[in-house]
């Protein structure tokens, strides 16, 4: 099988990298590129994200034919396919860090920052939270409710479709930290660095 | 609930462990790799190399500690010591670390903090400042601690709030190695300032001073090194044992 994390100057990607490396059996290949066309041959995208909304919605337009390969990946050929933090993020329709920017518009919805609650909340949030799921998804195969994520985000994907949210985590409100619509998955924690418990996610998403 | 924070700080120098966690059943007291996956494996919720290299032509020696370190351990790691510019932090970053710390050029360069946060995301930032008290306020200490910049601490704290830092690591240097507690004063003072993350550090000597960071001095994580290593507690213990005064931690 063949993984391929998207490689489009999101920033830091040597954890996912390792991450997925640990976790991978003999049979798969797990690659790192923005080659489109290593990405429409793999049988699993990981879309990565770290920085602003914006920034990585910039980031994925420069690389010439990235979003319509990513489009035809999940929406068309409907393949499956992780997105991490900003990853997830850039799911909506619409994102509101820095400037608005349009999103991929895959799930819709808009990405807000978290409401701090004049202070009360520290932003951004930062450190391991637990996950409610709200709704059985593959990538929880295993794994307990209740369960400790790392987070660091300040800003909430918020979709309309309440469906689609598989968990949420409490921070100033029930903050949405996992989607799961057919093949697109999304965690907004970073289950890379959520210890043997973020390895096992990653791990759910392999043996998909 | 977003969970208090339990970070083991490890001085690293010319890339052995300084002051290390003295186990018998460790291969290599002095290998940061081996040392970083055993508090990982313990339960520390991130874990901080500090390196203090003091000669240049060592200073390359930390990448690959780093990178080593990045493939066995899967909690966040913070690395600081040495950091000069924007090019010093991608490559960190790139090695595997998940945060930098900056402290010396955050004060004498602050394109270094505004550039960085906007390159690589505040999320990964963390300004470290060493804090003196001088009578009527705390000032800045760069240098390792040797030079003071003179600069009000509280407003430097807010400034690179400004800048961009997620988080702001705070030392007291008045603290720091006495083992009597946090400068808890400092610690709620800062914190109550900015409303990024304060990570509490310097001058831990018992369980209780890390209830005292958090609950006191406010702290969203509490850094110690002395008393982890030499296995006086390990993070498994100070974990239970913060469960069981009520302060919520990942067990």
């Known amino acids: 099988m063949n993984v391929t994390i998207v490689d489009y100057n999101s920033g830091n990607i040597s954890s996912v990298i390792n991450s997925f490396k640990e976790v991978a059996k003999n049979n798969i290949n797990i690659k790192v590129t923005s080659d489109l066309n290593k990405i429409k041959s793999s049988d699993k995208v990981v879309l990565p994200g770290q920085g602003s909304f914006k920034s990585c919605v910039d980031a994925l337009k420069k690389i010439n034919g990235l979003t319509d390969t990513l489009n035809e990946f999940a929406i068309t050929n409907k393949k499956p396919l992780l997105g991490i933090c900003v990853g997830l993020q850039m799911f909506a329709d619409i994102g509101y860090e820095e400037t608005e920017t349009k999103g991929l518009g895959w799930i819709s919805g808009k990405v807000s920052k978290i409401d701090n609650q004049n202070g009360k909340y520290k932003l951004p949030h930062i450190g391991w939270n637990q996950i409610n799921i709200v709704k059985d998804s593959k990538i929880f195969k295993d794994i307990k409710n209740n369960s400790h994520m790392y987070f660091v985000h300040s800003y909430e994907f918020i979709p309309n479709d309440k469906n689609i949210i598989s968990s949420t985590t409490d921070y100033s409100s029930n903050i949405v930290c996992s989607v799961e619509k057919e093949n697109i998955f999304g965690t907004q924690f970073h289950p890379e660095k959520s210890d043997k418990i973020g390895l096992k996610i990653i791990n759910n998403f392999l043996e998909l | ?251």
Request: aromatic content about 6%.
């Open chain 2, 1 to 251: 609930m977003l969970k208090n924070r339990i970070i083991p700080c490890l001085d690293v120098k010319n890339g052995r462990v300084v002051k290390g966690i003295n186990f018998v059943d460790l291969k290599d007291a002095g290998d940061p790799v081996e040392q970083a996956k055993i508090y990982s494996d313990g339960g520390a919720d991130e874990i901080c190399f500090l390196d203090i290299t003091a000669s240049n032509e060592n200073r390359d020696i930390i990448y690959d500690v780093v990178e080593k370190t990045s493939k066995k351990c899967f909690v966040p790691l913070t690395v600081g010591g040495g950091i000069r510019s924007v090019e010093d932090i991608n490559k960190l970053l790139n090695c595997g670390a998940d945060k930098v710390s900056i402290n010396t050029a955050a004060v004498e360069n602050s394109k270094v903090v505004i550039e960085s946060s906007k390159k690589f995301g505040s999320q990964c930032i963390v300004v470290a400042i060493d804090a003196k008290n001088n009578g009527d306020r705390w000032e800045v200490f760069t240098h390792g601690g040797r030079n003071n910049s003179g600069i009000d601490a509280l407003e430097y704290a807010k400034q690179m709030e400004e800048n961009g830092a997620g988080e702001l690591l705070v030392t007291s240097m008045d603290r720091d190695g006495t083992q009597v507690g946090y400068d808890i004063d400092l610690m709620s003072k800062i914190s109550s300032k900015v409303n990024i993350p304060v990570i509490a550090s310097g001058g831990v000597g018992n369980l209780d001073h890390l209830i005292d960071g958090i609950k006191l001095g406010k702290a969203s994580a509490v850094l110690a090194a002395s008393i982890f290593h030499y296995g006086k507690y390990s993070i498994k213990e100070a974990k239970d044992y913060l469960d069981s005064k009520g302060i919520p931690v990942r067990i």
